[in-house]
């Protein structure tokens, strides 16, 4: 076993994120050279705009041995950039952090301690959820979707803060899915998987860089990445109502023989109309969603695209 060669890869995806970054950078080396094992940090810089790259160069700089910069061309997500980290890590056990310091760095050690103890996938729950009560509520319906209706079974996929063995992380790489979501995929790819208590902050600086539109974007990432449960709903849905419908028909049917023309209940008709049209909608809506990820997996295109990366030469191979 060599001894340059971490044992720990810390990847943390960045994104417009000048604002914490002093703050991050302070806490996270300390939490980390308390582990007393080789580490390494991977900042991948989502395209920020701000003054996050000159500010991940500085900290390279003063920390060239245990740092990494990936600097991607464009914003391309949070899941791509923690991607373009994993393909890179050189460590025996990957740790995900947001950069916000909502996770914090000292709850890293309790993550090493389950992966050294054999676990190849350290899951998290968050206590005391310190985020918008509207963000709580909605996480709550999605886990709760989620946890019906695909196979992945967690107490909370919404926490960043994870720890992932080498075999998952490898197999995560080999994965060529163009969109999907890490702590789900891994979760089907581990064996000996655990689920922790992990603590929970405020945002210590900066905005959330989640708009409603892209959340709700990735929840049907992670619905329709991982279950064809909705789609088959759906079918199930439309069989129950041409039943109910078939059966109106017959009513009216019956009801214009024996009664004659009549216009009653006209309206409720509309509502009926209305409600099915509505129905097929959004039946078309869902279909749309699976077919435009066929669509983004056909096209092939780079999950993501590195403009530079800074970082010394690795150390020589491990002798197996
Ligand atoms: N992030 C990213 N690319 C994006 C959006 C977010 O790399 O397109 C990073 C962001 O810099 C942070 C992490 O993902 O490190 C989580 O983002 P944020 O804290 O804004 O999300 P929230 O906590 O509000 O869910
Ligand atoms: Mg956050």
Redo the contacts with the bound molecule.
């Keep these: 076993m060599n001894d340059t060669a971490p044992v720990l890869s810390v990847v943390?995806?960045?994104?417009?994120?000048e604002a914490v970054l002093p703050a991050l950078f302070e806490r996270l080396y300390p939490a980390l050279d308390a582990l007393e094992r080789p580490y390494e940090v991977l900042f991948?810089?989502?395209?920020?705009r701000d003054r996050s790259v000159a500010m991940l160069r500085e900290q390279y700089q003063r920390r060239p041995a245990q740092t990494r910069v990936i600097l991607l061309q464009v914003?391309?997500?949070?899941h791509?950039?923690?991607l373009a980290g994993f393909e890179r890590s050189r460590g025996r056990y990957v740790v995900t952090?947001?950069?916000?310091l909502?996770n914090p760095p000292e709850e890293v050690a309790k993550l090493l301690a389950k992966l050294e103890e054999g676990h190849d996938y350290v899951g998290t729950w968050r206590a005391n959820r310190q985020?918008l009560w509207w963000?709580r509520a909605a996480s709550k319906i999605v886990n709760a979707i989620r946890e019906r209706a695909t196979p992945i079974k967690m107490a909370d996929h919404?926490c960043?803060l994870r720890g992932y063995g080498r075999q998952v992380i490898d197999t995560i790489n080999a994965t060529r899915e163009n969109v999907t979501f890490i702590p789900a995929l891994a979760s089907i790819y581990a064996s000996n998987p655990v689920e922790i208590q992990v603590k929970h902050d405020e945002?210590v600086a900066?905005?959330?860089?989640?708009s409603l539109y892209?959340?709700i974007r990735l929840s049907f990432d992670l619905m329709t990445g991982f279950s064809t449960v909705p789609l088959q709903l759906f079918s199930l849905v439309g069989l129950v109502l041409s039943g109910l419908s078939g059966a109106l028909v017959l009513y009216m049917l019956v009801r214009r023989v024996i009664v004659g023309p009549e216009v009653d209940g006209v309206f409720t008709l509309f509502a009926i109309v209305f409600f099915l049209l509505a129905i097929t909608l959004f039946g078309i809506g869902l279909l749309g969603e699976y077919i435009g990820r066929i669509y983004v997996q056909v096209r092939q295109r780079p999950r993501y695209i590195i403009g530079a990366v800074l970082e010394q030469a690795p150390p020589p191979a491990r002798p197996e």
């Design positions: 943390i995806p960045v994104y417009n994120e991948v810089n989502d395209g920020s914003n391309f997500g949070q791509a950039a923690i952090l947001d950069a916000d909502q985020d963000r919404g960043m945002r900066g905005t959330s860089k989640y892209r959340l």
